[in-house]
């Protein structure tokens, strides 16, 4: 039985999604739990030659025996979710925490008319968080249209642990926005480091086993803040990257690796393996899934990513579909 956290090194849209997507289709997980803020997240998966980009469902709809929950921590939009049911089709599978905090209308006003000089994704999330503290936000239990869904996360994943089924966590957002340990204030309304990830399902700290910390091989940034290897538009032009937020549709800011953050990210995390995204796009070269066919340089950057951040890359990403994958891991488990 193994228990793990997949989180995001970075400023959020690193391509969890993606390596979430592989692994329930690859390591059959019986539960994929979404943690994290709620719908100011977009992960993206391509799947059967369909694009998704889900707010609130785990990627891990792809496995059709995988059992989609979403933990107590992370805000729900009831009007979100219920699209992305009806899209996914995964209703039948889907338990929603009865203690989720609700985004309300009037959440989404605020945040939208405030917002602005965070540069913030506009969807509620921190005003709604702030209803929670003030105990006085609408919990899920409280909603008639969640009503088929509602369950007791932490409880399911205890039994599930007892009976022996592996557990995967869908962290959101990334390191440089947690509210603790990112780039404050331009962050976003909550930490968003494994151990909150944990708490998010109802998962103590003694129960991981995995910290599977996401690093996209260009670091992007959306919203306002400090960006310390960040390059101008026309360079990130020049080497083909130009992208837009799944939630959003803002131009992403494109910036150089930072070993450095790279390298306190994952100690804060507690990471035991890192995954590396998009090095097709920053190193041109067509999607494979065995490390001997990557160019010498991105070779090259994959070993010095786990040399300076002292951590094993174990899944590298070389394109947009789920099996566009290196797996490493092979041998080490
Ligand atoms: P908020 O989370 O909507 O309050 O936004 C606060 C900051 O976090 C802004 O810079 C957002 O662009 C950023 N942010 C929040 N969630 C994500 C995400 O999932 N991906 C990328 N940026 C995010
Ligand atoms: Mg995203």
């Given at each position: 039985m193994v228990v793990t956290i997949v989180a995001g090194?970075?400023?959020?849209?690193?391509?969890k999604g993606k390596i979430v997507g592989y692994l329930s289709l690859k390591d059959h997980p019986a539960v994929v739990a979404r943690a994290g803020v709620g719908p100011n997240a977009g992960h993206t998966v391509y799947f059967g030659g369909k694009r998704y980009g889900l707010r609130?469902?785990?990627?891990?709809?792809?496995?059709?025996?995988c059992r989609l929950l979403i933990g107590p921590g992370t805000l729900v939009d009831p009007q979100v979710l219920l699209k992305e049911v009806e899209e996914t089709g995964c209703g039948a599978r889907l338990g929603v925490d009865r203690n989720c905090a609700i985004i309300e209308q009037r959440h989404v006003e605020e945040d939208r008319a405030t917002g602005g000089k965070i540069g913030t994704?506009?969807?509620g999330c921190g005003p709604a968080n702030v209803a929670r503290v003030r105990r006085e936000a609408r919990l899920a239990s409280e909603v008639p249209e969640l009503r088929p869904f509602l369950t007791d996360v932490p409880l399911e994943l205890h039994r599930m642990m007892e009976k022996g089924g592996d557990i995967l966590v869908e962290g959101s957002q990334g390191f440089g926005l947690?509210?603790?340990?990112?780039t404050y204030p331009f962050v976003t309304s909550k930490d968003t480091t494994a151990s909150t990830l944990a708490a998010d399902v109802g998962l103590?700290?003694?129960?991981?086993?995995e910290v599977l910390l996401v690093f996209k091989a260009y670091p992007t940034r959306v919203g306002n803040g400090p960006f310390p290897t960040e390059i101008s538009q026309e360079e990130a032009e020049r080497m083909g990257i130009v992208e837009h937020g799944t939630v959003t549709g803002r131009r992403r800011r494109v910036g150089k690796f930072d070993f450095e953050m790279a390298k306190r990210a994952s100690m804060i995390n507690g990471a035991t393996q890192l995954a590396l995204t998009c090095i097709d796009r920053l190193f041109r070269f067509p999607p494979t899934?065995?490390?001997?066919?990557?160019?010498s340089e991105a070779q090259r950057f994959v070993r010095e990513v786990e040399e300076k951040v002292?951590?094993?890359?174990?899944l590298i990403s070389t394109?947009?579909?789920?099996?566009?994958t290196i797996d490493l891991r092979e041998g080490r488990r």
């Open positions: 090194g970075q400023w959020g849209d690193e391509g609130q469902v785990p990627c891990a709809f792809v496995n059709e025996k994704t506009g969807t947690s509210l603790i340990h990112g103590g700290p003694t129960e991981v086993d899934r065995r490390f001997e066919n990557l160019p002292g951590v094993p890359v174990t394109g947009p579909d789920i099996w566009d």
